[in-house]
């Protein structure tokens, strides 16, 4: 997207700083959300959702414990609010920009311009907690240079997207987290530390206590183990209630690499099939066609042996929802 449409959606929103709530499966009734409220009724068979496009979504945990209450064999939105566990993350989200029309090959990006970036930051809890328990500096793990935080927050992680408002089309060119592969680099050095019985251990320069590197460690990767799914859902609400975009692209494996230009070793391959899939998203050899006509980006493509392939999740009849 050009830098103008980035400044333009920074100068609207830059300053907001939303707070978002996750919990096991909620990417599951945003969805059928949506889904309901495309359909213009208040409510569906059941046994038609199950049938449906989103039918697997009806097998997840949280949704068989609310259908199980449900005696007249029918599902409204309303039924989904409801839905509220006492266990939630609360993160707060925050925007950023990434690339340049100038480097953008080197900047994993799939045609010239920026991105805009969706942040899915800790609270303020976990940063005190960061600052009590490991006493480093946060931009340690935030990333040095990645698109995280610049405010002071603990960046879990972003997503990386690219719009076309002419189109009413966005490409999520990227979901990543530098923070938890860094926890999870910290608990490999203090479980080295606590098998040589060590009270304190060194890890990029600073002195740490092992006690209170697991605590954090443990406490940290468990809780957020889910942020994959928490990111791609804070991304896709981001995009239908903020910037009014209902269908949405979502690179898979092979052709990511090829249009961002990555020759080495990949990002996580599951988070190009599993997750996309999970949420719904519907394979197919077409992309947005403000990609493909792009020449940069068609040379690229061309050069896929199996061809192109795109994730895509179609809401567009929903545009006035």
Not at 285 to 308: F, H, S, T, V
Request: with cysteine.
């Amino acid at each position: 997207m050009e830098a103008s449409l980035v400044d333009e959606v920074l100068a609207c929103l830059a300053d907001e700083r939303s707070l978002f709530q996750y919990f096991p499966d909620r990417y599951a009734l945003a969805l059928l959300e949506k889904s309901l409220k495309q359909d213009e009724k208040e409510e569906q068979d059941i046994a038609a959702i199950r049938k449906g496009p989103y039918g697997k979504l009806m097998q997840r945990p949280v949704l068989k414990q609310l259908l199980s209450g449900q005696g007249n064999g029918k599902l409204s939105a309303w039924d989904l609010y409801r839905v509220c566990p006492e266990q939630q993350y609360s993160y707060v989200l925050g925007l950023g920009r990434w690339g340049s029309k100038k480097d953008y090959r080197w900047d994993q990006m799939s045609r010239p311009g920026e991105n805009l970036v969706l942040q899915l930051n800790f609270n303020r809890a976990h940063d005190h907690q960061f600052d009590r328990t490991l006493g480093m500096d946060k931009r340690e793990f935030n990333g040095w240079y990645h698109p995280t935080d610049q405010n002071g927050r603990c960046t879990l992680a972003w997503a990386r997207l690219d719009l076309d408002l002419n189109a009413g089309q966005a490409l999520i060119e990227e979901i990543q987290t530098d923070w938890l592969r860094d926890v999870q680099r910290l608990h490999k050095h203090y479980l080295a530390a606590l098998k040589r019985e060590a009270k304190h251990f060194y890890f990029w320069g600073y002195e740490l206590s092992v006690e209170k590197a697991e605590h954090y460690c443990k406490q940290t990767l468990a809780e957020h183990r889910l942020w994959q799914e928490a990111m791609l859902t804070a991304a896709l609400e981001f995009l239908w209630q903020v910037i009014g975009i209902h269908d949405v692209y979502y690179h898979s494996y092979e052709t990511g690499k090829a249009l961002k230009n990555i020759n080495s070793d990949g990002p996580p391959r599951s988070l190009y099939s599993e997750l996309p899939k999970r949420f719904c998203f519907q394979l197919q050899a077409r992309g947005p066609e403000w990609i493909e006509e792009c020449k940069p980006a068609r040379k690229r493509l061309n050069k896929l042996k199996q061809g192109a392939a795109w994730y895509r999740l179609n809401f567009e009849d929903a545009r006035t929802c």
